[in-house]
């Protein structure tokens, strides 16, 4: 049943986990998707995601599968996706439009731009939706629904081919931001990938300590759980968003030192009156965002 005026007869895609798995889940939802092709590397994966009616048919083979969409999202780890464009761009058929859900923008169009044809279209994309779980299992369809996904269109990118995707985010339930892919590496860089590298460093610097002789990490309560969820993430999805956006990333990293290098002096000197206010100022624009 079609719900939507907006529809994609044939969909492609190429690495069904919990970015792709997700979008096919919500397309179909909302009645917006005919055929929906899972393309991957493992077998039990495509076979899970089949199973969970996330996808119609499955292929290990990405030029077949994507030869006749309409539509091609590329879900795949960041490292990955020019690989995969480059093996399908010479056989997609005309006025096929490809996009794409990686964490990092500007390596990506750097890296894909060069192997478009002019009958096929690259809208950069970036849902900015997840979880610290992966593969077709994760997947669910209401992921993106009252979330953001931001575009990164160049000079090269079609009218057509953009409003085509930002319609297939909104029909996800996403509200669509358009900015260049540089802005976009700088804001993820600072909302995302940062918070992941201190969670990631914290659970080592904690899980590490060994003036005892027992894991300390099992005293942890709430706050410590709450604040280390994401370390659980896929170390080699974090592995390639370092890899790719590391000037951004390496920025906030030093601002973040020079936060916590300002908090251990005022810790180690006792100004009560200067941590107060520190956590004051840093409470209310937490609370802000709740
Ligand atoms: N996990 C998250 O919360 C978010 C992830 N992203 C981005 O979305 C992309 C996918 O991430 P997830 O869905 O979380 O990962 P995932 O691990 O759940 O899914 C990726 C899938 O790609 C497949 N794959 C890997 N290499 C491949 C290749 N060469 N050809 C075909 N398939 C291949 C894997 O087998 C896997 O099934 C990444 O680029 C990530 O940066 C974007 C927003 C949120
Ligand atoms: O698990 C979480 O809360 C996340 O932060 C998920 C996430 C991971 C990577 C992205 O590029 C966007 C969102």
Redesign the pocket.
């Known amino acids: 049943m079609t719900n939507t005026d907006f529809f994609i007869p044939r969909l492609a895609i ?7 798995g997700s979008l096919a889940l919500a397309l179909r939802q909302a009645g917006a998707v005919g055929e929906v092709i899972g ?4 077998l039990a ?1 495509l076979e899970k995601a089949l199973e969970l009616g996330i996808v119609d048919e499955i292929t290990q083979d ?1 030029v077949a599968g994507t030869r006749e969409a309409d539509v091609v999202f590329l ?4 490292c ?1 996706l020019g ?2 464009a480059a093996a399908i761009i010479p056989s997609l058929k005309d006025g096929a439009v490809v996009t794409d ?3 990092v923008k500007a390596s990506v169009i750097a890296e894909i731009e060069p192997l478009l044809r002019p009958e096929v279209s690259f809208v950069p994309g ?2 900015i ?3 610290e779980q ?3 299992e ?1 997947a669910f369809a209401s992921l993106y629904r009252n979330r953001r996904c931001i575009l990164t269109p160049t000079a090269r990118t079609s009218g057509e081919a953009l409003e085509l995707v930002q319609r297939m985010w909104q029909t996800s339930g996403s509200e669509v931001v358009v900015m260049e892919a540089e802005k976009h590496d700088r804001i993820l860089a600072a909302i995302s990938h940062l918070p992941h590298m201190v969670a990631y460093s914290l659970v080592n610097a904690v899980g590490s300590y060994d003036r005892y002789e027992e894991n300390i990490l099992e005293y942890s309560a709430g706050g410590f759980r709450d604040f280390t969820r994401i370390a659980s ?2 170390p080699s ?1 974090w592995r390639d ?1 370092a890899l790719t956006n590391p000037e951004a990333l390496i920025e906030m990293m030093e601002r973040f030192e020079c936060f916590f290098a300002e908090l251990k002096e005022d810790v180690r000197s006792g100004k009560g009156e200067r941590l107060y206010e520190f956590f004051q100022r840093s409470k209310e624009l937490r609370d802000n965002i709740l």
């Open positions: 190429v690495g069904v986990g919990l970015i792709g393309i991957g590397r493992g994966n990405v879900a795949t780890p960041v990955k690989e995969v859900g990686g964490s970036h849902p939706a997840g979880t992966s593969g077709a994760a993430s896929d999805m968003i």
